[in-house]
């Protein structure tokens, strides 16, 4: 059997910053995609619609796209939650830990940080707490999720793995100014 130990896509050092702004891998994430129709007993289950998301205690529920879905968190709340769906029909339940790099960017700067680096508007009305979006993310494509912390505005931006380090370093790049401060 293969060894499954996670290991990150982001394999450089990054100088401390001074400012609130903080991008830190958390790839180790567990993350399943579900693809299902949107009237089928596994959509109900999720109870998400599409460019939103929910907290269930620490896992997120995450409607990205049409008739799909990333369940995020630790691996035993993403597994219990997955492990509750109706599999029946053209319902597919597929884990992407491995294969998805994810980061969290969080700060008063981090919309300014991401519309650097990407076309979409990240104001408050546009992309509020709890917005999904898919975009081209320095012309690479990205689930992008806000999810504040403890008040302050959070964004998961997660990438196919091959592209983990330079969308890492693109961020880190645009956060310069706003002296972040990276955790890989």
């Not at 509020?128 to 302050?152: E, F, M």
């Not at 961020?171 to 890989?184: K, L, Q, W």
Request: proline residues 3%; aromatic residues 6%.
């Amino acid at each position: 059997m293969a060894d499954l130990t996670f290991e990150s896509p982001i394999t450089k050092s990054y100088p401390a910053g001074s400012g609130d702004l903080t991008l830190s891998d958390i790839s180790h994430t567990a993350k399943v995609l579900v693809r299902a129709d949107v009237d089928s007993p596994a959509a109900q289950t999720l109870a998400v619609g599409f460019g939103s998301l929910r907290t269930e205690g620490e896992t997120i529920v995450s409607g990205s796209r049409p008739d799909e879905w990333m369940i995020l968190g630790t691996a035993e709340g993403v597994a219990s939650i997955a492990g509750s769906l109706d599999t029946n029909g053209h319902v597919s339940v597929i884990d992407w830990t491995h294969g998805r790099a994810m980061f969290r960017l969080t700060g008063q700067a981090a919309s300014s940080v991401l519309e650097k680096v990407c076309s979409l508007d990240f104001s408050d009305n546009m992309t509020p707490d709890g917005a999904v979006v898919s975009a081209s993310v320095a012309k690479v494509s990205c689930d992008l999720a806000r999810n504040d912390v403890s008040g302050s505005p959070s964004y998961l931006v997660l990438c196919d793995r091959s592209f983990g380090q330079y969308i890492f370093d693109t961020i880190v790049d645009a956060g310069t100014e706003f002296t972040i401060s990276a955790n890989a």
